[in-house]
């Protein structure tokens, strides 16, 4: 067959009016297209003659006379001797005409459009799927190109309107055989069958081939087999716990297709999966911690594990963590209070009761121990300014003063071995301050002598008084000479060397 009998010009009817002699206008052609079926060619042919015919039918029936007039040789022509189509009608009325005419016209406005349905069957390969019911229609427009050939343009009409009716069936059928291919075809994507899902799209695609939604489905098919294998792989990984590896998987699906059903969902999971991983992890780590006594360690752990899911279990493990911390740090205030305790180290076991009460003021220990641990480090300070001076105790308030610590330090219970050691030395400067002490006193017989707060002893070349330990001071005047002023500090149970007071230098 050659190259001329597969292709064809389609025509396009045009309106011509009935009146007029001239020639119609040139017909309108579209691009050819070579058919895959030969049986379109011969479909196509025929319609297209048919269609030539109602174009150029006009021409042949305008003006149209009926001659009663004979021929010589006593007969009329008839049409076979003249060529020129004849009507046993009168000839017709311009009103006649004109209605002949606007049947006519109503008969190709509908041809016209039944060509177009035509055209766009066949870009939706119609021969693939409705062959036989294209075959069907294109019958009943041949039966009105019968008789249109008849003048009968309103039974034209309506076998046109008929052709037309079924083709736009077809069409309609065309469309929704299209989308149901491609909802075949995203359906076998989602259960993995390459073979049935590359067949509906290329049924799709044939159907209507500018389809975007075919095209990507196509080539979604092609990639199917490797999205397959990540899935497979990434549900693998992700029974043995390997959730990083499984969402490296799930994003390189993402990656080659972005329309895999369930991937971002999986991708969602999995995160939410490591995350739930990271967090219970941070969660053992944090009570590890807290049993080894690392508060420190353990509220890092629990915070972090907060920061991953801020849920209860997160923030009841970082209040234990507080609790368990103040109950440590009271724990060590208490220890360390009590070790200052048994040392008799009064100023830090206040110190170390008052950081517990800065903790907890309801700490019964520190409530009651406080104070007297005040009243333990005030006794043990005036215990200690009493033995290092002992010398004041001579004088009677200072001795008074010593007297009422020794009685108030006799009264605490247990007051242990450094307490007792000071009381009892203490009670032994009381009593040795108590008993006076024999003192010797030398001068000339010419110095006024004075014992500053004990007696005026005058003028004496030898006098002996009995002192308590202590400290004193004696002052010699004599008239014209220099006084003299001497520091005595009398020891208690020890004898005290003879003091010698005069006034020999004079003025």
Request: aromatic content about 6%; proline content about 4%.
């Amino acid at each position: 067959m050659s190259e001329s009998e597969n292709d064809f010009d389609r025509i396009v009817p045009a309106a011509v009016e009935l009146t007029r002699n001239e020639p119609p206008p040139a017909p309108i052609q579209r691009p050819k297209n070579r058919l895959e079926p030969i049986l379109w060619g011969s479909v196509l042919a025929t319609l297209s003659i048919a269609v030539g015919i109602v174009l150029f039918l006009p021409e042949f029936e305008a003006d149209v006379v009926v001659d009663d007039q004979p021929l010589e040789g006593g007969t009329r022509e008839t049409p076979e001797h003249t060529g020129i189509a004849t009507s046993s009608e009168e000839t017709l009325s311009p009103f006649e005409q004109a209605q002949r005419q606007k049947e006519r016209s109503a008969a190709q406005d509908i041809l016209e459009e039944l060509v177009e349905q035509q055209y766009l069957l066949e870009d939706m390969r119609v021969e693939t799927w409705g062959q036989e019911d294209l075959a069907a229609a294109l019958v009943v427009a041949q039966e009105g190109d019968d008789v249109f050939l008849k003048r009968d343009y309103e039974g034209a009409a309506n076998r046109y309107r008929e052709a037309r009716s079924r083709l736009d069936e077809l069409v309609d059928r065309g469309k929704r055989l299209y989308e149901d291919q491609l909802a075949q075809g995203l359906e076998a994507l989602d259960d993995g069958n390459v073979t049935a899902a590359r067949s509906a799209f290329e049924m799709a695609i044939a159907i209507d081939r500018d389809s975007s939604d075919a095209r990507r489905g196509i080539e979604r098919a092609a990639k199917l087999n490797e999205v397959l294998a990540l899935l497979a792989q990434a549900e693998e990984l992700t029974t043995e716990s390997n959730l990083e590896d499984a969402l490296a998987r799930y994003q390189r699906v993402l990656e080659i297709d972005p329309d895999t059903a369930g991937v971002e969902d999986a991708i969602a999971t999995t995160r939410r999966a490591i995350r739930d991983q990271s967090f219970r992890r941070s969660m053992t780590r944090g009570y590890a911690a807290l049993s080894a006594g690392d508060h420190a360690r353990a509220r890092s752990a629990f915070e972090r594990a907060k920061r991953l899911n801020n849920n209860s279990e997160a923030r009841d493990a970082l209040t234990d963590v507080d609790m368990q911390l103040t109950l440590a740090t009271i724990a060590r205030h208490q220890q360390a209070a009590e070790t200052a305790v048994a040392k008799e180290r009064w100023r830090d076991a206040i110190s170390e009761l008052e950081a517990a009460l800065a903790v907890d003021p309801t700490l019964l220990f520190a409530v009651d121990g406080l104070p007297v641990a005040r009243s333990r480090a005030m006794l043990d300070d005036e215990l200690g300014e009493i033995l290092a001076k002992p010398g004041r105790l001579s004088a009677d308030d200072a001795y008074r003063g010593a007297a009422e610590v020794f009685r108030r330090g006799v009264a605490v219970e247990d007051g242990g071995l450094r307490f007792t050691g000071q009381l009892d030395e203490l009670e032994t400067l009381l009593e040795l301050y108590q008993k006076p002490v024999p003192v010797s006193f030398r001068s000339d017989n010419a110095t006024d002598v004075t014992l500053l707060k004990v007696a005026r002893l005058g003028r004496f070349s030898s006098q002996e008084l009995q002192l308590r330990p202590g400290f004193y001071t004696v002052v010699g005047a004599r008239r014209g000479y220099r006084d003299v002023r001497r520091e005595i500090e009398v020891l208690a149970g020890e004898p005290t060397p003879p003091i010698s007071i005069r006034c020999d230098e004079k003025i």
